[in-house]
């Protein structure tokens, strides 16, 4: 089993910027390709950004693209989600989602795809 934590989630005005981070613990393994998906009230949870274990492939939503940054860091096996220039649209409880093997560009934004996830981290952004 693979746990995944979530933290650095918050309260922030339009324009600011956080940085999440996602800790995966127990049986990993360097294939281990990860994701963030975002659920807002009321919609379906949906893909933000992943990272592949394949040469470290990243790929973004289009909304969040050149404002959001993927990385990950194998050591402590924590992967990061750096959001930069916030929006208020950007409000939603992120999730971040992990399966054992590489992911592709296009895989990736399924979240069906996901065997294990986090419990979520709020972030909120006002106007």
């Known amino acids: 089993q693979v746990q995944l934590a979530e933290s650095g989630g918050g309260l922030v005005q339009a324009g600011g910027s956080l940085r999440l981070a996602c800790v995966a613990s127990?049986?990993?393994?360097?294939?281990?390709?990860m994701a963030w998906f975002r659920q807002a009230p009321g919609k379906e949870r949906e893909f933000v950004g992943g990272?592949?274990?394949?040469?470290?492939?990243?790929g973004y939503k289009d909304s969040v693209q050149g404002r959001f940054t993927i990385s990950k860091n194998n050591a402590d096996r924590t992967m990061y989600l750096q959001m930069n220039s916030l929006k208020p649209e950007d409000t939603a409880q992120y999730y971040c989602?992990?399966?054992?093997?590489?992911?592709?560009?296009?895989?990736?934004?399924?979240?069906?795809?996901?065997?294990?996830w986090g419990q979520g981290t709020q972030v909120t952004v006002s106007s």
């Open positions: 989602g992990a399966v054992l093997g590489a992911t592709t560009a296009l895989s990736m934004r399924d979240r069906r795809l996901y065997s294990y």
């Open positions: 127990g049986r990993t393994h360097p294939t281990m390709s």
């Open positions: 990272i592949s274990s394949l040469r470290g492939t990243t």
